[in-house]
Structure formats: structure tokens, C-alpha cells
């Protein structure tokens, strides 16, 4: 009996796990690409094309292997995005991380200043907040807020993740 995967689903599980890699490496160096979305639609085209590449060097070929590596593929696509737009434009992870790097405990004003840059976004902020104490990643204390030790880990992530992918959000 063979456990392995057949090539072309083999192709796509490995051109699944290639993505994060090329969306590091248009991250940086001179493959860089900048703005975000485009960089997910290059990382996604190149894996995709890389993918290509390998049905071609195989001899023969099912197409309900075909079918099932194109599902895997753009299951990958999906949840990647979804992590992508995390990442790139969280809004919650944003206010997570500027929270995080406050140098103790805030009041909501400071905070709401620290993440929108001197704006005035009081509503809005308590509204985001609200996210934030519900999953557990910051907590109240008093009127001042910081973040829970799982907000603190989450921050870190988030901060790594935005380094290693180049994304500013």
C-alpha cells in the first residue's frame, strides 16, 4: 500500500507551502514589491505558474488528480488571503500591536491617539477595543487599558509576521 500523495497533488501540497515563502521573499531584496495586495497576487500567480511547471514534467497524469491538486491550491489561495489581509490591513491586530507597544497602562485617549496618529477616533476606538477585551487580548484596569499576556504574544506575532512579510499596516 502507498500512503504518498500522487505527483500532481504532491505538486500542489508543496506549491501550498511555497507560498508564504515567495510572499517572504517579494518582501525583501530585489523582488520587492511594495503594496500589499499586489504582492499576494504575484506570490500567487508565481506559486501557481511553479505548479504548471510541475504537471508538465510528469509523465502521465489523472484528472481527478489535476482536480484535487487545483482544489488544494485554491484552498491555500483562500485561507492565505485571509491571513494576508490580517497581516496587511488588521485593523484589530493594528490597535493590538500599538497598544502593545505603550510603555504601561493608557487611558482610551492616549490609546485612540497613539493608533490613528493625534486623530480623534474616541467612538470608533472604544468600538475596536471592545474586540479586544472580548477575545481576551487586553484587559481594563480602571479607566486605563493593556494588553493580556496572550494580547502581548498575539502583538508579537503580529509584529513578527508584518516584518517578515513587509507589511506596514
Known amino acids: 500500500m502507498n ?13 501550498a507551502c511555497l507560498l ?6 517579494l518582501a525583501h531584496g530585489p523582488l520587492r514589491e511594495p503594496r500589499p495586495g499586489r504582492r499576494f497576487m504575484v506570490a500567487a500567480g508565481l506559486d501557481f505558474t511553479l505548479w504548471l511547471g510541475w504537471l508538465f514534467l510528469q509523465p502521465e497524469w489523472e484528472r481527478a488528480d489535476l482536480a484535487a491538486g487545483g482544489l488544494v491550491l485554491l484552498t491555500a489561495y483562500l485561507v492565505g488571503f485571509t491571513l494576508w489581509t490580517l497581516i496587511a490591513w488588521g485593523f484589530t491586530l493594528t490597535m493590538l500591536r500599538a497598544l502593545a507597544s505603550a510603555k504601561g ?48 504574544f498575539g502583538a508579537k506575532v503580529g509584529t513578527l509576521l508584518s516584518w517578515l512579510l513587509a507589511v506596514k499596516p
Do not use: C
Open 3 to 15: 500512503f504518498l500523495p500522487p505527483p500532481i497533488l504532491f505538486g500542489a501540497l508543496l506549491a
Open 20 to 25: 508564504p515563502l515567495l510572499l517572504m521573499a
Open 105 to 152: 497602562p493608557v487611558s482610551m485617549d492616549q490609546w485612540v491617539v497613539e493608533y490613528t496618529g493625534g486623530h480623534n477616533l474616541h467612538t470608533f476606538g472604544k468600538d475596536r477595543l471592545s474586540l479586544l477585551l472580548k477575545s481576551r487580548l487586553g484587559r481594563l484596569e480602571g479607566e486605563r487599558v493593556l494588553p493580556t499576556p496572550k494580547g502581548k
